[in-house]
């Protein structure tokens, strides 16, 4: 009779390696399949090599598998191929039951591992959001900027953290000579090969910080935070099945969601500075009088506003 012990995933057992396994108390590795049966799992492994399994009319070499207690109280491993060819459905019931519990276990390990050091993040975010120039202030100071800029200069600055651009160029227009020259070469212009209108670009240097536009920080934070006080809320031991694999799901994704806050953060630092900004009126695609409001932009760097504005 297979028998499902009332502290399984407590007592499910991990392998590291084939070692670990013929260490087991009563652990057998020629066990005949025909004088025995299964009573409950012991535990699943994965090695990288390969190892002989347990049953004495097989020793086949495999990586992954079954250990399971024996009605005659040995511990003996079984390969899954081994396993559903001697014993049929009663290996896959244990089977099925070991990789459930083995997959709880660690949904309840990642999702304790979180919330151990939980404590740390929780004052690592709020000193993120609300430091001198922390997500709330890149948050104010986006929403600023993106109120006082004409549509083309900001569509210009999101398409270019679209595409991962930062190279701004001044775009000079060639009459005379150097047109007629320029034609003849085909040099590209804005125009494209031979066109009737010649440009010459200049580079004119890097919009850094430019990511900032892909996301805001502020609200990526605050949800984060949100997030995190949900996920505190969770009791891996009594919740259900999808509340867990939610909660280890998070756990999981945390330090990876943070860190791309903290370079968000780290993006609007180096965007809203004197030397980009003097480079936004080299944007392209953008009109004359958008260009000349970008090279009279009076900005407070500090506060992370206009000086004198719309916005204000």
Not at 119 to 141: F, T
Not at 186 to 195: A, N, P
Not at 213 to 235: A, H, I, M, T
Request: hydrophobic letters at 40%.
């Amino acid at each position: 009779m297979i028998v499902a012990h009332p502290n399984a995933i407590e007592d499910l057992a991990e392998f590291p390696d084939f070692a670990s396994i013929q260490a087991l108390p009563h652990f057998a590795g020629d066990v005949d399949p025909a004088a025995v049966s299964l009573v409950k799992p012991i535990g699943v492994y994965r090695f990288r090599d390969k190892v002989p399994c347990g049953l004495k009319s097989c020793h086949t070499p495999h990586l992954k598998g079954l250990v399971a207690l024996t009605s005659h109280g040995t511990a003996v491993n079984i390969g899954n191929i081994c396993g559903r060819n001697h014993f049929g459905e009663q290996f896959a019931v244990l089977l099925r039951m070991a990789v459930r519990y083995d997959q709880r276990r660690f949904q309840i390990n990642k999702v304790r591992e979180l919330k151990a050091v939980a404590g740390r993040y929780r004052i690592e975010m709020e000193s993120l959001m609300q430091s001198p120039k922390g997500a709330a202030w890149c948050n104010r100071a986006c929403r600023r900027l993106s109120d006082l800029l004409p549509s083309d200069a900001l569509h210009a600055l999101k398409e270019m953290a679209r595409r991962g651009e930062s190279s701004v160029y001044e775009e000079i227009h060639l009459t005379g000579e150097e047109a007629w020259l320029s034609r003849q070469l085909g040099t590209r212009s804005s125009q494209g090969f031979g066109s009737r209108e010649a440009v010459r670009r200049n580079y004119k240097g890097q919009l850094v910080g430019i990511a900032v536009w892909n996301d805001d920080p502020g609200r990526s934070l605050y949800l984060l935070q949100e997030e995190l006080e949900s996920f505190l809320k969770v009791d891996p031991m009594n919740c259900k099945a999808k509340e867990l694999r939610h909660a280890a799901d998070f756990a999981a994704t945390f330090e990876s969601r943070l860190t791309k806050v903290r370079e968000q953060v780290d993006a609007a630092r180096r965007f809203f500075t004197p030397e980009t900004f003097a480079r936004l009126r080299y944007l392209s695609g953008i009109t004359a009088g958008t260009r000349t409001l970008l090279e009279s932009l009076d900005w407070d760097f500090a506060e992370g506003k206009p000086r004198k504005s719309r916005a204000a």
